[in-house]
């Protein structure tokens, strides 16, 4: 059972306030998720994005933010490696948070009284121990906020505001990846899965047949996102759509 925290989860002002101020970069989300670590007495953070998210079986987990540092080069991967697919399949049915216990830490995160509330991964595949706090806003921009390290035990109103964060950091990334890219609407989840099967090398008759859809319609829907895209042609329009994460 988690015992009374010291540390200071705020009003629902200040909470509000850790949005306070436009984000430009990245790097103007690091303090706020530093400042979430430390709520979370945890050692270390990392966010993690789904891309491919237009196809199921495409889809896969990228480190988009961590400070696990040179020592611990291999820590993303290894958790990729751990639970990636477990997360992947978690985020398409459930919002509920996740825990695990590392193998040098046998207690799992969390307190007793939000266990129907917090699901738990498989034990033992990765050193440390963590939360992970799963956020989906839509064809994009889906992904999770981590938190890792030893003797993790945030008390139940703890996890909430991390939770509630953990969106806000989301939105802020998706929104500076929105900025890149000209056109004001976003990729449609057809328009997204017609570009990776393209990315992919198939013909619109192809992608026609695997989609279920006419050639005509797969045709829309890649001329569509081209200029979405503000592309001059459909190679271009893949290209963008890798480096903005739309599809791998």
Partial sequence: ?????????????????????????RSDLFPRLIAMQKLADAQNFAVFRVNGSGLPAKQRLVCELENWGATNAGACKGFVDAHGDALLEHIEKSLLPLTWAGSHDAGVPGASGMAPFVERLAAGLVPFSG????????????????????????????????HGRACHIMIDLLSLDERRVSAAEALSEREIACLQLA????????????????????????GSATIKLDSVNRIQAIAKAIRLGYIS
């Fill in 199 to 222: 990315g992919d090398g198939r013909i619109s008759e192809e992608i026609a047949e695997k989609l279920g859809l006419s050639v005509h319609t797969v045709n829309a829907y890649l």
């Fill in 131 to 162: 939360m992970a706090f799963p956020v989906r806003l839509g064809a994009i921009g889906n992904g999770f906020v981590i938190f890792a390290g030893d003797d993790l035990d945030p008390p139940s109103d703890m996890i909430v505001e991390l």
């Fill in 1 to 25: 059972m988690a015992q009374p925290s010291s540390r200071t989860i705020g009003t629902p002002e200040t909470s509000r306030g850790v949005r306070v101020g436009k984000v430009t970069s």
